[in-house]
């Protein structure tokens, strides 16, 4: 009765995080800057039985995208906020609130030097960065951003998990 969830995937990869909803009948946009990767969701996407329809699939480097369009009900970010260069982090989480509906969920990860250092030096290593002050840290870009954390927790394999709601605008 109520019309599909759009969903945006940051960093899709082979669609394991989306791949699902799209299925089930939510309107998927995936991006990401792997061709191969994009080509292995379309791939995963057909053996699953996913509707086309549901999917719409973009090339791009998230940090230097002017806009992933919208409104979306909600976006995921599942693992690759830690790699954004800590320059971009800011300026892509403005992006993220801007594509989002009032109200509209962020479901995400972030790391933190809270890690224990074997994670560190081998996350690290992929290119992944690491923030000071744990959930504080965390807590605080969500709000900056525009967005109410409602979930955090630590996660078992490092860094945080998340689940904010973008904080409504007051119209004057």
Known sequence: SSPPMK?????????VNTLPMAKSGAHVTAID??????TAFSKNSVTIGCPSENLRLRR????????????FNLVVAIDILPYLPPTTLRSTMEKIQQCLEDRGILIGTIFT????????????QLGAHFYENGSKFVTQLLEYSGFTAVELE?????????RAEKTPVEKK
């Open 7 to 15: 969903i945006l995937d940051l960093g899709a990869g082979i669609g």
């Open 33 to 38: 800057q792997s061709r191969e990767l994009l």
């Open 60 to 71: 791009g480097d998230i940090t230097t995208m002017e806009s992933y369009e919208g409104p």
């Open 113 to 124: 030097t809270d890690d224990p250092p074997v994670v560190r030096e081998f996350m690290g």
């Open 154 to 162: 630590v996660r078992p394999e490092g860094g945080f998990r998340f």
